[in-house]
């Protein structure tokens, strides 16, 4: 119990789950303590069943089946539990002891039954429990080797009929289908303790076509089919390391499943997690398989991906650049995925070349991948062939005028010392863009942007004036005109109040009050501090009915 602290669950929740499962207390119920564990059901969004774990071998743990918790994560409403428990210490290592005791009293009594009384008392279990009678039917069925009886109680089990109201498994019955889906994996599990995992290997795989047909069927929002599609996966691992079956047919059927023989999304099978059983043999068929499959079809996702792991995972840099090259996106985006591949394998050069490639063959640099162009940019500047960078940056502005390619033009060209220059041709073009834009054709009001950003105010007003600008750029303007030109700033801060003033609500009158703070200071440069107040008393009189508003008013002394 000494790992059951506020420390503890703060650390294993984080801060902020831990401040909110204070807020859970009221929600706890039904808290029940075991030897080694406490559960409780927390009501939260849905009821919650959690449960401590306090002697594992990492410490304090707990699982909880919310969509959080589902993640691995220690939730709050674990912290709930956690606090609930830590607020009654006295009374927790009596209930501890006390689980105890009746742990102890109960084997007790179980060994001095006979063995009638034994049956008795299971024969009332599984007639009272029809999930207990299930599972000790399969667990009948391994030990006998009635490998037909386990499959058709598999099969059953899998089956979404007793759950599904016209063909469907609503959400509030998706968990009780994945708990009796999961006993496939128990009885699966048991076949390979039982000596018996050539047939658990057929068996894992005829569960996981079962729960591929089903999984459509099923509201799995909370993932519970996830983990049943998990276990099974895990289930056919482990026979397979047991059974040791034929490399060449193992081979074969993880391509067939890579490349969405089953298409469910549940059993997600690395066939690199088979390197052991596969062998050098079973490897290398499985490799042929995956490269004829990938040249049968070079765009598939799944062929590639599959190619691409197993070239990473061979260290094959070069096959890895043949499954990307096969299909090489007009923006740019594969050669820059080369590109790095290449970087990382120290071939610095062929790199150049697969991101110079990238941007030459691009069909539309304005749609070039702009990652494609940062990262050419950055090798050039490496290589200190600044002004390769500014060209590639000038080409790239031209293509695509916006701020941030004016910006990163004009990063590249101070690096290169040649911004004045670009900066001139930069803004011939901006200046043509925004006289198209006034005859109603192609352009955007980059150019008033760019002209901030460099700190030409002047310009920039100009700009605005005779190419016209946005509010939010005149608003701009005004805040770094104002104190050279009070009076322009005065005059877009009034127009930009009026519609404000036919407006409601607290994010409205915040800008509305932000713009009158800055109305009053242009006033104040002006020296017509008395025009302001008039101005307020008019606004006030014909606002006053906001309460809000006149709220923020009075706290600004407005």
């Known amino acids: 119990m000494r790992g059951l602290t506020e420390a503890n669950l703060k650390m294993l929740a984080g801060a902020r789950s831990f401040e909110r499962g204070r807020g859970y207390l009221d929600a706890v119920s039904g808290v029940e303590v075991g030897d080694g564990w406490i559960t409780a059901s927390v009501h939260g969004t849905e009821r919650y069943e959690v449960e401590l774990s306090l002697d594992g071998p990492g410490g304090l743990s707990g699982e909880c089946d919310c969509p959080y918790g589902l993640e691995g994560n220690f939730c709050k409403h674990l912290v709930a539990l956690g606090l609930t428990v830590l607020a009654q210490p006295e009374g927790l290592p009596r209930q501890r002891k006390a689980a105890r005791d009746r742990a102890q009293d109960l084997d007790g009594w179980l060994s001095a039954l006979s063995k009638d009384e034994l049956h008795a008392l299971v024969r009332e279990q599984i007639g009272e429990d029809r999930q207990l009678r299930r599972r000790l039917e399969l667990r009948a069925a391994s030990a006998r080797g009635d490998i037909a009886s386990v499959r058709a109680r598999i099969s059953e089990l899998l089956d979404i009929g007793p759950f599904a109201q016209y063909g469907y498994v609503e959400y509030a019955d998706a968990r009780a289908y994945a708990d009796q889906a999961g006993q496939a994996v128990s009885a699966i599990g048991a076949l390979i303790c039982q000596g018996r995992a050539a047939d658990a290997i057929v068996l894992a795989r005829e569960a996981m076509k079962l729960l591929a047909q089903v999984v459509e069927s099923v509201d799995d929002s909370d993932g519970w089919l996830g983990q049943v599609g998990a276990g099974l996966a895990d289930a056919h691992l482990d026979a397979c390391r047991a059974a040791r079956p034929d490399s060449g047919e193992l081979a074969r059927w993880l391509v067939g499943h890579a490349l969405g023989e089953l298409d469910d999304g549940l059993t997600d099978i690395d066939p690199l997690d088979y390197e052991d059983v596969l062998g050098e043999a079973g490897m290398a068929d499985l490799r042929k398989l995956a490269v004829e499959a990938w040249q049968g079809n070079r765009r598939g996702w799944a062929e590639k991906y599959l190619m691409e792991r197993l070239a990473k995972a061979g260290g094959d840099v070069d096959a890895v650049i043949a499954v990307h090259a096969a299909d ?231």
Not at 344 to 363: K, N, S, T, Y
Request: hydrophobic letters at 40%.
């Open 328 to 558: 090489l996106a007009p923006d740019g985006r594969t050669h820059l995925v080369i590109a790095r591949e290449l970087d990382a394998a120290r071939r610095p050069d062929e790199a150049l070349r697969w991101a110079e490639r990238g941007v030459q063959e691009a069909q539309d640099l304005a749609a070039v991948d702009t990652a494609l162009v940062d990262h050419l940019c950055d090798r050039y500047a490496q290589a200190d062939r600044l002004v390769d960078a500014v060209a590639l940056r000038r080409d790239h502005f031209g293509a695509r005028r916006t701020l941030l390619t004016y910006q990163q033009l004009r990063s590249a060209a101070r690096a290169a010392d040649r911004w004045p220059t670009e900066r001139e041709a930069a803004l011939v073009l901006l200046w043509t863009d925004a006289e198209q834009r006034q005859k109603g054709r192609y352009g955007g009001p980059v150019l008033v942007d760019a002209l901030l950003d460099d700190k030409d105010v002047d310009t920039a007003w100009q700009a605005a004036t005779e190419s016209g600008a946005h509010d939010r750029q005149w608003l701009t303007l005004a805040d770094q005109a104002r104190a050279t030109r009070p009076g322009d700033a005065l005059g877009v801060y009034l127009r930009l109040v009026e519609p404000l003033t036919e407006q409601t609500g607290n994010a409205v009158y915040e800008q509305l009050v932000s713009l009158l703070l800055s109305i009053r200071d242009c006033h104040r440069r002006l020296g017509s501090p008395e025009e302001f107040t008039e101005y307020v008393t008019a606004l006030r009189t014909a606002q006053k009915r906001k309460r809000n508003l006149m709220r923020l008013m009075d706290e600004l002394e407005l």
